[in-house]
């Protein structure tokens, strides 16, 4: 069978889009893919259409970052309407319940947020991606079907309170990897006895990639209607700034060659174990690799053009 050819232009990077409200994280991911005219592009993790705010999105190489920025900690801001549940967790849904919140306080909620802090159990909900038996959760949902779920361990790492008017509650939420913050609004509601649903929700920051700027998708459109696709490059960052952290391990000119052909290379008094991000002696980035118990560092995610 004849190996299907990939269309448009060779792009590597990430591009931080600032996703708007209402529509799907892969329609906003085909929709950057087209105004780039680049032949592979990927998306690290799903907001929900209801949800705004950072979605990376990894281009050409750059997609072989894409699982580590997946399970990257995530930044959120979330309003949460008090004294309502939904069936999907969010304004999308329709109410299931109202409860009064007259006796609501402050320094209640507080208290209650403060339950949350760590390790916690969530119940992932019916409205999400979630498979079970090859069939996404979301559409047994869509069919009135609930199914038993699996709890799973997550942990919030911060979480506060910004303001408390009426039925609204703000917070901001700093969390693992597959804490759905829908489920924690509706957590946090029962503890206060009252119930709650989430009505706004961003995401501000996704691993180390909270302080670059974002774009939208009208940003986006308008320079590459102005200037071309290839205009849109300069907004890419590169594919090592989502992962500031990592040591940086620099390699001799034979040492970069023999690790281009796949080879594991010896460096001396290399401290480090675990992944590393990979660079020539002329400061070219060459990819990923781990570190070996013998010290000698293995390629995993090389660049092609490397």
Not at 14 to 27: E, Q, R, Y
Not at 83 to 93: C, L, R
Not at 266 to 289: C, H, I, M, N, T
Request: one cysteine or more.
């Amino acid at each position: 069978m004849a190996r299907r050819r990939n269309h448009g232009r060779q792009v590597n990077g990430v591009l931080l889009l600032d996703k708007p409200i209402g529509i799907t994280s892969n329609a906003a991911l085909q929709r950057v893919k087209r105004l780039f005219n680049a032949n592979k592009a990927g998306h690290t993790g799903s907001l929900d259409p209801l949800a705004t705010g950072m979605l990376p999105l990894c281009l050409g190489e750059a997609t072989k970052i894409s699982g580590f920025l997946l399970s990257a900690d995530k930044e959120y801001q979330a309003t949460v309407k008090l004294g309502e549940t939904t069936n999907s967790g969010d304004a999308d849904g329709v109410i299931l319940q109202t409860r009064s919140i007259e006796s609501i306080t402050e320094s209640q909620v507080r208290e209650v947020i403060e339950r949350f802090l760590g390790k916690i159990s969530q119940i992932p909900p019916m409205h999400s991606a979630i498979k079970q038996n090859g069939q996404p959760l979301y559409k047994l949902a869509h069919q009135g079907i609930e199914v038993e779920r699996e709890p799973r361990e997550v942990t919030i790492h911060s979480l506060e309170m910004l303001r408390l008017e009426g039925a609204e509650l703000d917070i901001t939420v700093r969390s693992s990897k597959g804490t759905y913050i829908r489920v924690l609004a509706e957590d946090i509601g029962e503890a206060l006895g009252c119930g709650a649903h989430i009505i706004k929700l961003r995401r501000t920051g996704v691993g180390a990639l909270d302080n670059h700027k974002m774009y939208s998708l009208d940003e986006l459109e308008a320079l590459a209607e102005q200037s071309g696709p290839s205009a849109l490059d300069a907004l890419l960052l590169p594919m090592e700034s989502a992962l500031p952290d990592w040591p940086e391990v620099r390699l001799s000119e034979d040492a970069s060659f023999y690790l281009c052909q796949g080879q594991p290379v010896f460096v001396p008094q290399l401290k480090d174990r675990g992944w590393v991000r990979l660079y020539a002696s002329d400061e070219r980035f060459l990819g990923l690799g781990t570190v070996l118990d013998d010290g000698r560092v293995a390629p995993k995610r090389l660049l092609k053009s490397s």
